[in-house]
Structure formats: C-alpha cells, structure tokens
C-alpha cells in the first residue's frame, strides 16, 4: 500500500492530495530516519502521517519534518522529529560504503549515490584528489573504495561532521584519506598545482572558491564545479572563465552533467573543466 492509500480513512480528500508522494530515506535494513516536507496545511496530521511512513518502511525508527532551508557554512537545516525515535543517528549504506551520520548535525544527501559513482570511475591510478565541502565523507569515501588514487585530500569547515568523518574513514578502512578542518580558504595552499582532481559539491558557495579550486590543480588536471542553472549553463561558464583568466591560467570545459532537480526549470549541474596551462 502507498502512503497515501494507508491514511485514506485518516484525511479528507483534500488533505490526502496535499501528501508528499516523496521523500528521502536514509540509513540501513536495521535503522533508518525518513525526512519529509510537509505543507502548513497538514502540521496538525504530521504525527499520523509519521506513523504512516513507519507502517510502510519498518526499517525507518523516526521521521523528520523539514522546517528550515539548509543554512549556515556547517550547511544544515532544522529538523522538527514527529515521531518514532528521538536518537536519529543512522549509519547509511550505499555503493559498497557506510556512513555514519545524524541529519540533525550534518550535511547528508542520499539522492546522489549515483554522482559520488560516476565521479569515482573518473579517477585514474595514481591521481591525487581534493575533495572541497567534504561533509562526513562521501565523496572520499566512495572514491577511496572505487579506485585507485595516490592520496585524497577532504577539506571541511563543520566540526561535528570531521569528528564523523574520522569515523567514517576508520568504518570503510579508507587509508589514502586526509582531513583537513577549516574553511577552504587559507587550508589548501599547500596544495597548489599538485591536484589531478578538484571536487566542489558545495552548488551555493562553490563560486565563491573557484579560486582555490584552479590553483590547486597541476596542468591536465580537473575540477567538477557543482551549481544550480537553469538549462542555460553560459553565464555559469563565463564566470569560470573570468575566474581563470584573472588568475591567468587557461582552462577548456570538458563536459556538464545534469546531477539532481532542483526547482521548476532548476537543476544542480556539474560543469567539468580541464586546466590547460
């Protein structure tokens, strides 16, 4: 049975249409939390809602109500816990990996297994990799676990997320991983024109560090900036571009990829680009 069709005898007509038909689950078959957004009109049929959702997935133990944007530079959202169990910390399983992680204290995304993938099959033998934003680790982790770089550098500025992040190293076994905690900026100096890859998977700051993105990578190497466009990537990469040219490094765009919707007409693109020299 759907969500919808197990509170059929518990909301109007009206009410039933206003249930969301998605929404994120993450964790594992033992213990898993759902997150959902739930319009004004249903606050006071959030708690019946929940049990729903629990009736249907038994593995999840608690549900979050979204009720804040992500914000902040430790990027997290509030959460109100409408029912089940108040410990919503989950250890996340995906592509071979598990993270440890609560949603409440960190940045998690489990919509994007299938991008971390696709990234880690890009990285050659041997590449040396910078991982901005790097949460409590899945970008590191799973590209640890899927091939064969020389080292992997994860830069992030959340404490409670790096206190993860070492768990989560020590959990997959992932020895090429190093943790660097602060904010980009001032942290990677040491790093520039060493990197064969560049990760930014931060689409609302990433700009801002672009400059740090393209010093860090040595000739031939390759940054994936992440951010939110419509269909029309030009003005995204005229800014890249003039990033670059200020710095007066030349680049070459080698690809974009569509990763996840985002709002009408708005997705989150990766825009992929090379430095020449």
Not at 109 to 132: C, G, H, K, W, Y
Not at 251 to 269: A, C, H, N, T
Request: glycine share 8%; aromatic share 8%; charged share 30%.
């Amino acid at each position: 049975m759907t969500i919808r069709e197990l509170l059929r005898k518990k909301l109007t007509q009206e009410e039933l249409s206003l249930v969301p038909t998605s929404f994120d689950i993450m964790g594992s078959k033992e213990k898993a939390v759902a997150i959902i957004e739930i319009p004004k009109e249903l606050e006071k049929k959030q708690g019946i809602i929940a049990r729903a959702i629990m009736k249907k997935h038994r593995n999840v133990k608690g549900v979050l109500r979204k009720s804040s944007p992500i914000k902040g530079v430790h990027r997290v959202r509030d959460y109100e816990l409408i029912g089940g169990n108040k410990s919503t910390e989950i250890v996340h399983a995906e592509n071979n990996c598990r993270f440890l992680l609560d949603p409440r204290t960190v940045y998690f995304s489990p919509r994007e297994s299938t991008e971390r993938l696709r990234i880690a099959e890009q990285v050659r033998d041997n590449d040396m990799v910078m991982v901005f934003f790097a949460g409590v680790g899945p970008f590191p982790i799973v590209i640890g676990k899927k091939s064969n770089p020389s080292r992997i550098i994860a830069v992030e500025i959340n404490p409670t997320a790096v206190g993860y992040l070492w768990k989560n190293i020590r959990l997959n076994k992932s020895e090429k991983i190093e943790v660097i905690m602060g904010d980009v900026s001032g942290s990677v100096s040491g790093f520039y024109g060493q990197c064969d890859r560049v990760l930014m998977p931060l689409p609302e700051k990433s700009s801002e560090y672009l400059g740090e993105a393209i010093k860090c990578l040595k000739p031939g190497g390759v940054c994936y900036f992440y951010c939110f466009s419509g269909d029309d990537l030009d003005g995204k990469k005229e800014n890249i571009l003039f990033i670059a040219k200020s710095l007066k490094k030349k680049i070459r765009f080698i690809g974009s990829q569509k990763v996840l919707p985002y709002g009408p007409r708005i997705w989150k693109y990766r825009i992929d680009f090379e430095l020449v020299l």
